[in-house]
């Protein structure tokens, strides 16, 4: 066990940490990393992954020859203390994985003032909103147009949803650290990196890449061996690709070894749903006093966006995840 102490504080002004625990040994050939809580408040699903996964081992008798695995806990602490999917500077740290500041999408200029309206959450304020955002949906011809200048990424606008940064933070630093560290020795790297959020409720989707194998045949082994569904996170056919990404980051640096990273991605809500709840707590947060009801109300919501109090969705999520573990443990070293 090893705990990383980062300059962020808490609500209460303690003392934040990313924790590791490791079972690795120097024989290793495969190292399986699982992450949980690169956006902040996806981490409770993340964390229950985690345990389980140190219960199944425990209760199975442990790893697979060759192989190692390391569970970096709450990888953006503060988000994960303070209710938010962002780090301490409004910055999405899963768009703050680049080598140099990316260009924004140059719809979402045009978008922010109605994502988020300098003043604190109310009915009316939502209202115009909602009014703004079927007006763009129909000159847009749907959501999915509408969500991609938004979903990929902004490095302009500070106080915006999705910004990148305008400089690599702290929790990205640590956590590319973390898997240098742990992935040096190791001639496979396994990187599981779970969230919250799209998809089908209580279902994992699979995103990311690969350097296995032929590329054109990446999709169909992963998904065949893990049978969920597999999205090759940087194809054209996409909805939207990210920018500044924790995937991009590791295709780059782990490309001398064989790797595999994987976005488990558990639905919970409606996409509109868990927008509305981003973009009002986005909101509340820079605009709104922090011992208001509207702000504590957005914190709630947020929270059950992306961690839903169901225990019948918490349970089947937890499972999903750790499929994708134990399948991932019966790849060969």
């Avoid at 985690?50 to 008798?61: C, F, Y």
């Avoid at 409004?90 to 994502?115: C, E, K, M, T, W």
């Amino acid at each position: 066990m090893e705990s990383h102490q980062v300059s962020a504080l808490g609500p209460a002004g303690e003392a934040l940490s990313v924790d590791v625990a490791s079972i690795t040994s120097a024989a290793d050939e495969h190292t399986i990393i699982l992450c949980s809580g690169v956006h902040g408040i996806e981490g409770f699903i993340g964390a229950s992954v985690q345990i389980q996964t140190l219960q199944m081992l425990a209760n199975t008798g442990g790893l697979p020859e060759k192989t190692g695995i390391v569970m970096i806990h709450a990888a953006n602490p503060w988000g994960f203390a303070h209710l938010r999917r962002v780090n301490e500077h409004n910055v999405d740290v899963n768009r703050n994985f680049y080598s140099a500041v990316p260009q924004s999408h140059p719809g979402y200029a045009g978008l922010d003032s109605v994502i988020n309206p300098p003043k604190a959450p109310d009915p009316r304020g939502d209202f115009k909103y909602w009014m703004n955002a079927a007006k763009l949906i129909a000159q847009n011809r749907g959501v999915a147009k509408l969500f991609k200048p938004i979903a990929e990424g902004q490095y302009d606008f500070p106080q915006g949803v999705f910004f990148g940064g305008k400089q690599v933070s702290e929790s990205c630093t640590l956590l590319k650290d973390l898997v240098l560290e742990y992935s040096s020795k190791a001639k496979r790297v396994s990187i599981l990196d779970v969230h919250s959020g799209l998809g089908p409720k209580a279902t994992a989707s699979l995103i990311g890449n690969s350097n296995i194998g032929l590329q054109e045949g990446q999709l169909e082994w992963i998904s065949d061996h893990y049978a969920q569904p597999f999205y090759i996170d940087s194809t054209t056919t996409n909805a939207y690709n990210a920018n500044g990404t924790f995937s991009q980051w590791c295709s780059r640096t782990l490309s001398d070894k064989e790797f595999m990273y994987l976005c488990i991605e558990i639905g919970t809500v409606n996409p509109i749903k868990l927008f509305s709840a981003l973009r009002r707590e986005n909101q509340a947060h820079h605009w709104a006093d922090g011992d208001s009801a509207v702000y504590r109300k957005t914190k709630l919501a947020l929270l059950n966006a992306f961690a839903p109090k169901s225990q019948a969705w918490r349970d089947k999520s937890t499972d999903q995840g750790l499929h994708v573990v134990r399948k991932t443990l019966e790849l060969p070293a």
